[in-house]
T-cell receptor, first 114, second 109 residues
Framework: GAVVSQHPSWVICKSGTSVKIECRSLDFQATTMFWYRQFPKQSLMLMATSNEGSKATYEQGVEKDKFLINHASLTLSTLTVTSAHPEDSSFYIC??????????FGPGTRLTVT | GQNIDQPTEMTATEGAIVQINCTYQTSGFNGLFWYQQHAGEAPTFLSYNVLDGLEEKGRFSSFLSRSKGYSYLLLKELQMKDSASYLCAPMDSNYQLIWGAGTKLIIKP
């Protein structure tokens, strides 16, 4: 099956710093990638939809200047959390879509901001 | 609006059968997915239903009734490793997955 990787799998950073998370589709090309955030015991929250070569589409309430998304190629999308604060601590998950009915999730990145 | 309704938590015994129900309301419909999510991990795909009826895949089966906005996931011969959250996720007219909080399934020996 298709494989999606995320790096890093976990990261601890200090408040005010920026963190970049990479999402790669390893054996397929993904025209669309999604970024989710999940707080403990809550549902997955879609943050943004990323299409290769174009600007990401952010969901309502998600600050695009704080969560920078770059989809530079058909196999790579990055999410940068800028000026991170403790409330940004969460589980960030990406997924890559091959076609409408077929998308694969990365293993997730646990971010802790101290 | 778009809405998913699943029980918050269920408990079952190892070796038994459990059915997790899901009702949904979406803007348009392009099928319904079930995912399994272990604590601290990303969701993994279990099933996809787009037509009414039952889809069987090993110990797991999923049922869909589009007219009723209803689906269920049936897990047979429960194993301890099946302890996880089970997420019902319909796909709307924009091919976006709509997520609820999922059902936490606890398996007891």
């Amino acid at each position: 099956g298709a494989v999606v990787s995320q790096h890093p799998s976990w990261v601890i950073c200090k408040s005010g710093t920026s963190v970049k998370i990479e999402c790669r589709s390893l054996d397929f090309q993904a025209t669309t990638m999604f970024w989710y955030r999940q707080f403990p015991k809550q549902s997955l929250m879609l943050m943004a939809t990323s299409n290769e070569g174009s600007k990401a589409t952010y969901e309502q309430g998600v600050e695009k200047d704080k969560f920078l998304i770059n989809h530079a190629s058909l196999t790579l999308s990055t999410l940068t959390v800028t000026s991170a604060h403790p409330e940004d601590s969460s589980f960030y998950i990406c997924s890559a879509r091959i076609r409408e009915y077929e998308q694969y999730f990365g293993p997730g990145t646990r971010l802790t901001v101290t | 609006g778009q809405n998913i309704d699943q029980p918050t938590e269920m408990t079952a015994t190892e070796g038994a059968i459990v059915q997790i129900n899901c009702t949904y309301q979406t803007s348009g419909f392009n099928g319904l997915f079930w995912y399994q999510q272990h604590a601290g991990e990303a969701p993994t795909f279990l099933s996809y239903n787009v037509l009414d009826g039952l889809e069987e895949k090993g110990r797991f089966s999923s049922f869909l009734s589009r007219s009723k906005g209803y689906s269920y996931l049936l897990l047979k011969e429960l194993q301890m490793k099946d302890s996880a959250s089970y997420l019902c996720a319909p796909m709307d007219s924009n091919y976006q997955l709509i997520w609820g909080a999922g059902t936490k399934l606890i398996i007891k020996p």
